[in-house]
């Protein structure tokens, strides 16, 4: 079966910058689109971002335009979440995801294999 690994999660002040990563296994990775989605407390699962085969295709949620990066290393079956000007309400638990599609979707059912989740918290 398909695995996906997060890391990268930590603490942080406002303004501050993370990055996390993804690792994905079990089938053919270069094929297929990948997301970032996160829960923060008390809340549903939001879009974050996601990116196509090839990377040359990103979509971003509303809340984190122009803050977030959604990138992938297909060489080494990996996508990264670039994180700058966090803010407090971005604290949640962020998790990666992939589809057996070469296209992103938008919504958590759209992807069938799904990382552990990373915790990342923004101190005011």
């Known amino acids: 079966q398909v695995q996906v690994v997060e890391c990268g999660g930590g603490l942080v002040q406002a303004g501050g910058s993370l990055r996390l990563s993804c690792a994905a296994s079990?089938?053919?990775?270069?094929?297929?689109?990948m997301g970032w989605f996160r829960r923060a407390p008390g809340q549903e699962r939001e879009f974050v971002a996601c990116i196509n085969w090839n990377g040359t295709s990103t979509y971003y949620g509303d809340s984190v335009k122009g803050r977030f990066t959604i990138s992938r290393d297909n060489a080494k079956n990996t996508v990264s979440l670039q994180m700058t000007s966090l803010k407090p309400e971005d604290t949640a638990v962020y998790y990666c995801?992939?589809?057996?599609?070469?296209?992103?979707?938008?919504?958590?059912?759209?992807?069938?294999?799904w990382g552990q989740g990373t915790q990342v918290t923004v101190s005011s």
């Open positions: 995801a992939t589809r057996d599609s070469p296209h992103g979707g938008l919504l958590p059912l759209h992807y069938d294999a």
């Open positions: 079990g089938r053919r990775f270069s094929s297929d689109a």
